[in-house]
């Protein structure tokens, strides 16, 4: 059974930082995909950057430029470096890692972390 756990979310000013970290558990983490996403009261869960096993990322157009993805294949952990943030970044922000095809391209959720972006 996968298991993700995040962390690092968190009260910050406009045009702050933050990281999210997601430790996976119970999987093969190096062979999936994993990603971010972000979900408001207003809005579906939405893609905000993927990276897959070797390392190609994709990012959503709102936040390109100012977040970066990434993992460390050792610690079994994957990042979401958040910067120059704003209001809209408000919201619960979700790990998400994928199965390879092979394995059914299964998805996996994490509970969520909370980001807010005020002053």
């Known amino acids: 059974q996968v298991q993700l756990v995040e962390s690092g979310g968190g009260l910050v000013q406009p045009g702050g930082s933050l990281r999210l970290s997601c430790l996976a558990s119970?999987?093969?983490?190096?062979?999936?995909?994993m990603a971010w996403y972000h979900q408001t009261p207003e809005k579906q869960r939405a893609l905000v950057a993927d990276?897959?096993?070797?390392?190609?990322?994709n990012y959503a157009d709102s936040v390109r430029g100012r977040f970066t993805i990434s993992r460390d294949k050792v610690k079994n952990t994957v990042y979401l470096q958040m910067n120059s943030l704003k209001p809209d970044d408000t919201g619960v922000y979700y790990c998400?890692?994928?199965?390879?095809?092979?394995?059914?391209?299964?998805?996996?959720w994490g509970q969520g972390t909370q980001v807010t972006v005020s002053s």
């Open positions: 119970g999987t093969r983490f190096n062979l999936y995909t």
């Open positions: 998400n890692a994928k199965s390879p095809p092979y394995w059914g391209s299964r998805d996996y």
């Open positions: 990276i897959t096993s070797d390392g190609t990322t």
